[in-house]
Structure formats: C-alpha cells, structure tokens
C-alpha cells in the first residue's frame, strides 16, 4: 500500500463475543475506509456479516429444542401430560379408523335379511355381488355367510372379491386368493394347522356377518329350515 493511503479499521462497540458467529458477525460488520488521492470510499462488509445469520438460527432452534426436552424429562407431571396427550392421540385416529369402517358399511346396499337355505355349489355362485340385487355369500367349512356389508372387501374390485359366491374355505387356509375350487371342495388334503386355521376363520365369519346356510355336498339333500328356525337364527344374530 502507498504511503498515500491509509486503512482505517473501525471495531465498533467493544464486547466479548460469547459464539464464534457471534465473533464473526462481530468483525466483519466492521467497515474499513481506504483514503486515497482520488478521493474516500468506504464499504460495508454486510456480506459475510448475514453469512452468520442462519448459523445463529440453527443454534437457537437446537437450544430451544434442548431446553423443552430437558423441561419434559425433569418433571414427573411433564411426563405424565405427555402420556396422556400420546394416549389422547391414539383414541382420536383409533375412533376416525373405526367411523371410517362403519361409513364403508353404510355405504353397502341395504339388503333384507335372508330366509336360511341351503346352497349347492353352483347356486352358491350366483351371489357374487355382480348379479340381481347385488347380494355376496361366501361359504367357509361348510356354512353360508351374507358378507354384502363387507362389499368393500369380497365385492367386485376388492381385495378378496375371488371369494364372493365360493367356497373360500381353502384360500383363508393357505393364506391365498387363487386357492379356489370351480367343484366341490372336501378339504381333505389340508393339513391338521390349515383345518384350524379354517375354524378360526369360521368362527370370525360367525361374530360379524349373517349365517344364511350350509353349503352342500354333492348329492346331500337341503334341509327345510322352519321358520322357528330361521327366527332363532334371527334372534341369536341380534
């Protein structure tokens, strides 16, 4: 530098800077004036000064984070309110999924409940849900359920509408939609686990859909259901 020219380096307040951003931010919003022979000109090093910024920010945000955690951890009732507020939160989305199942149920048609009968195999078949008045019957060992209300799921485009009007028997057993039989299924191959997982699906069907009837062997005559029957049906389904 000539001996015309001259640096001035202004400090500005003297503090102690607690953060090396704050020692950053401290120095370079400093300003330096040059005076030479053509005349002054002075800058404003803001620039690397708001560089800082965002450094400052991030360390405020991980303090405040640090401070409400610490303030949780510390006190009993803190943590007492934060397992109630959890345990609230639960409720809330468990109640939203279970009103979402009931407006799915509601969604279904309104169909009367059906007079008990038996089926045959191929009779069995034209309650898909694809035919007349909409109606789903799926058989498992050996009994008839009205699962219409489960449209959503045994309904043409669900999940397991492979099962609406069949048997459904050997598919809940070996857990798959394409183990299902055009004819008569005895289920005499499956094993003794698979037979129980057929009970269980049985007894699921039985607390939540309609037992309509039995599904026939090939030969076995139907059974003439009275209607003392069908109203003790009625009676144990309410």
Known sequence: MSQHSRVIIGCGESRTPTYPCDALRHFYSSYVTVTTSGGDLTKQHTELANMADPMNETEGQVGILSS?????VESPLNICLLCVCIYLLYKLVGSRLKGDERSS?????????MK????????????DGKQGDGRILIAVNGKVFDVTRGRKFYGEGGPYSVFGGRDASRGLATFSTGEVKDGYDDLSDLTTAQM???REWEQQFIEKYDLVGRLLKP???PHNYSDDEDEESKSKDA
Do not use: C, Q, Y
Request: charged share 35%; proline share 9%; hydrophobic share 35%.
């Open 219 to 221: 030969g076995e005559p």
């Open 105 to 113: 149920a509601s969604d279904s048609p309104s169909l009367p409940k």
């Open 68 to 72: 409400l955690v610490s303030e949780i």
């Open 116 to 127: 008990k009968r038996d089926f045959t195999i191929d009779e069995l078949k034209i309650f």
């Open 196 to 198: 129980d997982s057929v």
